[in-house]
């Protein structure tokens, strides 16, 4: 979704690295308690190094809902992030993200428009009760509230088990019928509850789906510009798995050729991949798991491990330098950052900063009440579960 930052003034975009640092130190401790910075584990370094909670996207959203005290929060993240935390904090706290570009492409793959076009269709042809409304923590404030009402939940990349199988009524061995029992309907009855309608990742509903048990003939992809996502009624009914045709461009890239790349050139070597990588790469890799999951993997290895990493190469970078007893390297050698993560930079987070100094509150993000109060019920479910 295109939203407009403004360019910065000068006395930002012209300042030297040297005096952006030294404003930003001086801006937050006068700040004090006042003000809590959360850094996503893909920012760059120059920003990151001010957070006060680093995180995966899981991880800052607990931390966030933990936040009682802090007046503002200052998000550098990406902009579901920000939504998230605003729905997550009180209503005296202000969430704040230091550039209005900062989205994400995957996120704005799917629009409330164009779920509740296809949850309608899908109604025509199936129970819809019996459709569990999934949506990853990477999606817009509206996705998270059309969930909440449809007795659905967020997930994230750390939680995404848990939540499926949840959603399956699936016990701790993936079969079927033993955790949650479904919300009553408005007749009172128990929903049986066997499909779900995951969105926006394609990918992480269907390496979840495969670590559940479940095959390709249980999946199904809805592509959203075609009617009933381009699938025959029978496929809707057969289905288990609804995955939105969406996916991470960043995390798409890499292919199984990296992996059988490494492996020639070190054939002891461990490869560690994030779930929004196609179902292939994970099938070959050694590990995959959430961000927070990468970093504990890799601190665990034994020392003069090499490890090739499938993530943001921001993440990737900073790993291979906190560990200089193992070789960190990204799993695709031709390097590409989440461009949206990149742009929160020190001079957006100077300008934020002396902005609240001043008294004025630049870049809030503020999802509506209304939208919030639904959205709240699908995050809370999340951390109910998780
Ligand atoms: P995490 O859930 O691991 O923080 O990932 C978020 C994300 O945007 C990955 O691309
Ligand atoms: Fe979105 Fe991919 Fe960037 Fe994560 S890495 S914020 S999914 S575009």
Redesign the pocket.
């Known amino acids: 979704m295109f939203r407009l930052q403004p360019p910065l003034p000068d006395d930002y975009s012209r300042a030297t690295a040297d005096d952006l640092h030294r404003r930003v130190v001086s801006a937050r401790s006068r700040l004090g308690r006042r003000l809590v910075i959360l850094g996503?584990?893909?920012q760059r370094e120059e920003v990151i190094q001010f957070a006060d909670k680093r995180?995966?996207?899981?991880?800052?959203s607990r931390f966030a809902a933990e936040q009682r005290e802090a007046e503002f929060v200052v998000f550098c993240g990406?902009h579901f992030m920000a939504e998230s935390a605003d729905i997550l904090t009180g209503p005296h706290q202000q969430v704040i993200l230091p550039d209005l570009n900062a989205g994400?492409s995957?996120a704005d793959m799917a629009d409330l428009d164009g779920v509740e076009q296809i949850w309608d269709e899908l109604a025509e042809v199936t129970d819809i009760e019996g459709i569990v409304p999934i949506t990853y923590?990477?999606s817009a404030a509206a996705l998270k509230a059309f969930v909440g009402r449809n007795s659905g939940s967020v997930c994230?990349?750390?939680n995404a088990r848990p939540v499926l199988r949840w959603a399956l009524g699936l016990d701790a061995n993936g079969k079927a019928g033993a955790s949650a029992p479904a919300p009553r309907a408005a007749s009172g009855r128990r929903r049986v509850r066997d499909k779900v309608l995951f969105f926006p990742d394609q990918h992480l509903g269907r390496n979840t789906g495969f670590q559940l048990g479940y095959d390709a003939a249980d999946m199904q992809v809805v592509d959203p510009r075609r009617r009933l996502g381009g699938l025959q009624d029978a496929e809707v009914k057969e289905a288990t798995l609804l995955l939105w045709k969406g996916h991470?461009s960043?995390?798409q890239r890499f292919q199984t050729s990296h992996v059988e790349a490494f492996r020639s050139e070190h054939p002891g070597g461990i490869v560690i991949v994030?779930p929004?990588c196609s179902h292939e790469v994970v099938e070959i890799a050694d590990e995959v798991g959430?961000?927070?999951?990468i970093i504990d993997a890799i601190a665990a290895a034994p020392a003069g491990s090499v490890i090739a990493v499938g993530?943001?190469i921001h993440l990737v970078e900073r790993l291979a330098r906190e560990h200089p007893d193992k070789t960190v390297v990204s799993l695709d050698p031709i390097v590409c950052p989440?461009s949206t993560?990149f742009r929160i930079d020190l001079p957006h987070l100077a300008w934020v900063l002396e902005g609240l100094l001043e008294g004025e509150v630049r870049n809030r993000i503020v999802v509506d009440e209304g939208t919030a109060a639904d959205a709240r019920v699908a995050l809370e479910r999340m951390l109910a579960i998780a």
């Open positions: 996503h584990h893909y995180g995966d996207s899981f991880g800052l990406v994400c995957m923590m990477n994230t990349s750390a991470c960043v995390h994030h929004e959430s961000t927070d999951y993530t943001e989440c993560m």
